[in-house]
């Protein structure tokens, strides 16, 4: 079986620029999330959808940051414009019950 | 403030040990918790969990105690073996919640030597 779908893995941009991240989850996992890793914080959640709808977005740092889930099989997390304290790595995961959580193998961002 | 704490940064076990890995809570109403193991350059993988009707889960090698008096968590990891190097995360719930919202500690990181 597939696992969660991420892509890029690596993306490196300047300042300004707007960056998409990619995420396909496990076919038949209602929940799927967006988490931040970085040193300081550790791993934050950011937001997560049931059914394609996002039920919270509190983690979500500004209005930089947004995401969408136009169906059961496609999300992405876009920050535009993107800034070098976003450099981080950004992780999808998806889950049937919303507990037990499967992630994808991430993306590291660096914003110069 | 940190609702979940993993005070260990790092930890060290001989091969055929036991490891132990501990995590603090600080909220009562914390009622699902899991265990995450993560290797470089991959995403956390989900280990073992234990609601907090309970206070043992055993998984092959991987047993979770929770002491909820004492807002408590720990993974035992027995024996220990070479392949379980890795980082380990631990994450709460309100399982009667939002059942998105899990909290991750910032993790131990578990050295496993031959």
């Known amino acids: 079986d597939a696992g969660v779908i991420q892509s890029p893995r690596h993306e490196v941009t300047e300042m300004g620029q707007e960056v998409t991240l990619r995420c396909k989850p496990i076919?038949?996992?209602?929940?799927l999330f967006w988490y931040r890793q970085t040193m300081m914080r550790g791993l934050e959640l950011l937001i997560y959808f049931n059914n394609n709808v996002p039920i919270d977005d509190s983690g979500m740092p500004e209005d930089r940051f947004s995401a969408k889930m136009p169906n059961a099989s496609f999300s992405t997390l876009k920050i535009q414009p993107s800034e070098p304290r976003d450099s981080a790595v950004y992780f999808c995961?998806?889950?049937?019950?919303?507990?037990?959580?499967?992630f994808g193998p991430g993306t590291r961002l660096t914003v110069t | 403030d940190q609702q979940v704490k993993q005070n260990s940064p790092s930890l060290s076990v001989q091969e055929g040990r036991i490891s132990i890995l501990n995590c603090d809570y600080t909220n009562s109403m914390f009622d699902y918790f899991l265990w995450y193991k993560k290797y470089p350059a991959e995403g956390p993988t989900f280990l073992i969990s234990?609601?907090?009707?309970?206070d043992k889960n055993e998984d092959g090698r991987f047993t979770v105690f929770l002491n909820k008096s004492a807002k408590h968590l720990s993974l035992h990891i027995v024996p220990s073996q070479p392949g379980d190097s890795a980082v380990y995360f631990c994450a709460v719930s309100f399982y009667g919640g939002s059942q998105g919202n899990l909290i991750f500690g910032k993790g131990t990181k578990l050295s496993v030597k031959p």
């Open positions: 995961a998806s889950s049937i019950t919303g507990l037990e959580q499967y």
């Open positions: 076919s038949g996992h209602d929940y």
């Open positions: 234990i609601s907090s009707i309970k």
